[in-house]
């Protein structure tokens, strides 16, 4: 896998496009410096590409709370113009918790987008959903994610993507790989989540995921605080735009919307300290 990903692609360039939602965006791994405010996962494995193999050229067109039909519309044409040596895609999950949607024409809609991105020729990686635990509220929507993934495992098969079984990942038991929303990875979440995606490339990283002591258990007070807040502060604004039928990438743009050349040892944030403010 890693030397065809590796070989030089259109024109002698190696182009990494990533599409998607808050998942790739890089929601819950927060950094200042950089574009929207995040990092994430997406970021880490453009960077590690270039480290492995000088020259590696990075888009990312995910912005948060997108629906697949937004990223179709939206993301799709744009990534195919650029030519790409690889691809990823999470797609799906805010449709996944709207009221009402068809989880069958969705993934007749998925099918679409992943056979159009195997078509151009690049490597494709998709992602299953994780079964987050965060509330008896939820619940529901398991089944809805169980269809979801048992039909991204076909889809990938089909047309040969690499799958990144991110619902078999252990590790993300933890509630400190999750950001205070229950919904987004934290910093050490995506980590995590980078050092699989490269793994399943088989391309070489230095990626350190953290190594902790099995987490304190909550006392009912504590928990009942916690849910209280975690309420207060996510589930009711969550709400709220739903209602108002706002999202929180409304006023946002692509953090990286045209392929730049990823700097192979300072990485990313030395690259957008040199991007105009405004």
């Known amino acids: 896998m890693v030397e065809d990903l590796l070989a030089p692609g259109a024109h002698g360039r190696r182009v990494y496009v990533a599409l998607g939602d808050s998942f790739t965006e890089g929601v819950g791994d927060y950094s200042p410096r950089l574009p929207n405010g995040v990092r994430g996962w997406a970021d880490r494995v453009a960077e590690q590409l270039a480290r492995a193999d000088p020259g590696w050229e990075y888009a990312n067109l995910a912005i948060r709370s997108k629906r697949l039909r937004h990223i179709i519309a939206e993301q799709l044409d ?43 020729g690049a490597t494709v990686v998709l992602f299953t959903g994780f079964d987050v635990r965060v509330s008896a509220l939820l619940e529901p929507l398991k089944r809805r994610n169980a269809i979801y993934n048992r039909r991204v495992r ?13 619902w078999c990942f252990d590790a993300f038991y933890d509630p400190r790989m999750w950001d205070a929303d229950r919904l987004h990875m934290s910093t050490a979440g995506h980590k995590y989540l980078a050092g699989q995606v490269l793994d399943q490339l088989g391309v070489p990283h230095k990626v350190k995921t953290k190594e902790w002591a099995p987490a304190p258990k909550a006392g009912f007070r504590d928990w009942e605080r916690r849910q209280r807040r975690w309420v207060h502060d996510w589930v009711l604004p969550l709400f709220g735009r739903k209602i108002r039928g706002v999202t929180l990438g409304d006023q946002l743009s692509p953090r990286w919307p045209a392929p730049v050349r990823v700097p192979p040892k300072a990485g990313l944030k030395k690259l957008a300290a040199k991007i105009p403010a405004g």
Not at 101 to 112: G, P, R, V
Not at 158 to 163: C, N, P, S, T
């Open 154 to 166: 076909e889809v990938a098969a089909r047309y040969e993507a690499v799958l990144v079984d991110y």
């Open 78 to 120: 744009p990534a195919l113009a650029m030519e790409p040596t690889l691809v990823t895609l999470y797609a799906g999950g805010n449709d996944i918790l709207d009221i009402g949607t068809d989880i069958h024409a969705l993934m007749k809609d998925y099918e679409f987008l992943v056979a159009r991105l195997s078509a151009s």
